[in-house]
Structure formats: C-alpha cells, structure tokens
C-alpha cells in the first residue's frame, strides 16, 4: 500500500518540478528580451546577440556525461552480480558521472580553442 503512494507523489512532484523550471526558464527568457528592447536594442543586434551568447557544444557536454553515467551504471550492475555487492553502484554512477563532467570539460574546451581559431582566421 506504501508503495503506491510513495509512487504516486514522486510522480506528482516530478511534475510540479519539471513545470517549474519550464516557467522559470520562460519567465527569465522573457526578462532577457524585456531588458534588450529598454536598452534600445534593434531585432538584428538582438538576434545577433542571441546567437552569440549560444554555445554550440552544449549537447556534446551533455552526450559525454550521460555515457559516463551509463558506463559507471553498467558497471556497477556487473560488479554487483559477480560478487553480490550492491555498494558499488552508487560509487560507479557518482564516479562515472564525475569523470563524464571533466571529460566534457576538457573536450569542449579543446572544440572551443580549434573553433576561435577558425574564427578568428575567417575574420581575417
């Protein structure tokens, strides 16, 4: 009987909180365009500005570390059935995750880098 509430509210609050962020993420976008046209920014400057302020290797960022998530659960998994230690499964997501983190740190910064470069002799 536990189990079906305990279900039932983390559902709930699953969706109150994704709300949430959605109407956070809207409302300072907003604020963001509201605060651009009182500056007395023209459409292009905005658009131009919008695009500049992007970063292009956010879903890499996001890529790496969801992998590494999925290496440190798979392996924790297989730890887990070979000895019967459940211990090291969070240890592997919280490690894997971690390491997703600084793997994605270090590859978008070396994209980063070779595209300024790029840019830069483009401009040129």
């Known amino acids: 009987m536990h189990e079906g509430i305990a ?3 983390t559902g709930v609050i699953f969706f109150i909180v994704t ?11 907003s604020k963001e365009k509201q605060m651009m046209i009182e500056r007395g920014m023209s459409y292009e400057q ?4 919008l695009k500049t302020k992007r970063n292009p290797f956010t879903f890499l960022k ?3 570390i969801i992998f ?6 798979g392996t924790g998994v ?3 059935e070979s000895n019967g230690n459940s211990g090291w499964i969070p240890l592997l997501i919280f490690g894997g995750t971690g390491l997703g983190f600084v793997l994605a740190f270090y590859a978008t910064k070396k994209y980063e880098v070779d595209n300024r470069t ?5 401009a040129e």
């Open 62 to 64: 996001i890529g790496i």
């Open 7 to 9: 279900g039932m509210i």
């Open 78 to 80: 297989l730890i887990e």
């Open 46 to 49: 905005m658009v131009e500005f």
């Open 19 to 29: 709300g949430l962020v959605l109407v956070t993420y809207f409302y300072f976008r």
């Open 68 to 73: 590494m998530l999925g290496v440190g659960i």
């Open 118 to 122: 790029e840019y830069q002799e483009k």
